[in-house]
């Protein structure tokens, strides 16, 4: 480690990147620690650790929520903005031809409207949750100044987000995104650690700490079996003579990850759950009867673990071929291979190599997917089996959430280093 660390700064580049990293990191968690003005966050606090949809959302905030700082809602609504223009690529072909074919030109439009949409999706996620926090009588909102001025703060808290997780991803290493969900995870969990430390005698939640323990290194052994997991298909190159040099008559592969989607899918899964949740505890004050109804069906769903449960290995999974098919385009990599003199042994170049690519790449994708849903949805399966073999079991719900934490730090971590590395590798060989 010292001398990875040494390596990194020696890089002048690689070393600006990760101090940008850490820079950026630092703004946020200050930005973090900025309330809403006029808000009295000990009631907010008491609420939010008492409602198990907020206290998940309050987690991958760092504590933001319940602190209910400027940054509240996280990077959530850019999220959301980001699935639904996605998911509508499969509907108007403008859209996709936008994202798949006019390159990065049009990538950067296609992300300008994600941009706009995650305006009124901060503005009317804050309004709903001032809306039901003054319901249950956490706040007070004493006129329509206050509730314009607090929603135009929250917003604003959103785009600052957004904005400092591009300039993550475009000056720095790694995604952005995933960067500031992972510094909100770290610095919840001493605040976590604390809790339930506090909790009474410690000796009688042993065995809780165990288990906890155990399903951690499960999920760590996990993640990293999964993420270094790659199918090599063999590659051959044909030979080229030019003058008085021969080109090609090599061998090589190319790699195929078991999850080319990383941790986006549970970043994607776990806002597809909340916002609805969202929506329903505003919808539970709404005096009029289909508003209610479907209010307490939403709420029924999620309170309900077997059906929670399913639905958010349902999404990990249909979020990790979606966002395999957005990270890895076989038919570009065909076009590439087939530009370059390269083949696979047994298959025609052009669509037919697309072909056998995207089978193989469903067929292990699909490992990859069940794995990660199976993992995912593990702490609630836990949460609902360790209080039957452990009845005096009382911190369970704490450590279920600490377990999804553990799945998207570790994730996060492996990613970021592998970027590192190849940037230690790139330097290496303009060196050699």
């Known amino acids: 480690m010292i001398e990875l660390i040494r390596r990194i700064w020696k890089m002048p580049d690689l070393r600006t990147k990760l101090l ?64 639904i223009f996605q998911l509508l690529t499969m509907i108007f072909p403008k859209l996709k031809k936008m994202y798949y074919e006019e390159g990065e030109r049009g990538r950067q439009r296609f992300n300008q409207y994600a941009r706009i949409i995650t305006v009124p999706l901060a503005m009317l ?31 604003a808290g959103t785009i600052l987000l957004m904005w400092l997780g591009e300039l993550i991803s475009e000056r720095g290493i790694g995604n952005g995104v995933s960067l500031i969900i992972f510094a909100g995870i770290i610095s919840s969990l001493p605040t976590v650690v604390y809790r339930l430390l506090s909790q009474g005698d410690q000796i009688s939640h042993i065995p809780e700490y165990i288990l906890f323990a155990v399903v951690a290194l499960i999920v760590i052994g996990g993640v990293v079996l999964i993420n270094e997991g790659q199918r090599q298909i063999p590659v051959s190159y044909a030979k080229r003579i030019r003058g008085m040099r021969v080109y090609g008559g090599v061998s090589s592969h190319l790699p195929l990850r078991v999850n080319s989607a990383g941790v986006i899918p549970i970043i994607f899964a776990l806002s597809i759950l909340l916002f609805p949740g969202i929506i329903a505890q505003v919808l539970t004050v709404v005096n009029f009867g289909p508003a209610v109804k479907i209010a307490e069906a939403v709420n029924f769903a999620i309170q309900n673990q077997a059906i929670y449960g399913f639905l958010y290995f349902f999404f990990v999974f249909v979020f990790t071929y979606f966002y395999t098919s957005v990270v890895f385009d076989a038919k570009e990599v065909s076009q590439n291979l087939q530009k370059s003199g ?12 697309a072909v056998f690519i995207s089978h193989i790449l469903n067929r292990i994708t699909l490992a990859g997917a069940v794995f990660l849903g199976s993992i995912a949805v593990l702490p609630t399966v836990i949460q609902g089996i360790v209080p039957m073999v452990l009845p005096s079991a009382t911190n369970v719900s704490n450590l279920t959430i600490g377990g999804t934490s553990v799945l998207i730090v570790v994730s996060v971590v492996i990613e970021t280093f592998k970027q590192i590395g190849a940037q230690l590798s790139l330097h290496d060989y303009e060196n050699t």
């Open 125 to 155: 996620q804050g309004y709903s949750f001032l809306r039901l926090l003054e319901s249950q009588q956490v706040i007070t909102l004493s006129d329509p100044l206050t509730v314009v001025t607090d929603i135009f703060v929250i917003t």
């Open 20 to 83: 940008v990293v850490f820079g950026l990191l630092v703004v946020f968690r200050f930005a973090a620690a900025i309330p809403v003005p006029g808000i009295d966050t000990s009631k907010v606090a008491g609420f939010i650790q008492s409602n198990q949809i907020f206290g998940l959302l309050n987690l991958f905030t760092g504590g933001s929520l319940e602190s209910f700082s400027i940054v509240m809602l996280g990077v959530g609504p850019y999220i959301t903005a980001t699935i």
């Open 342 to 353: 390269g083949f696979i042994p047994g298959i025609r170049p052009g669509p037919s190599t």
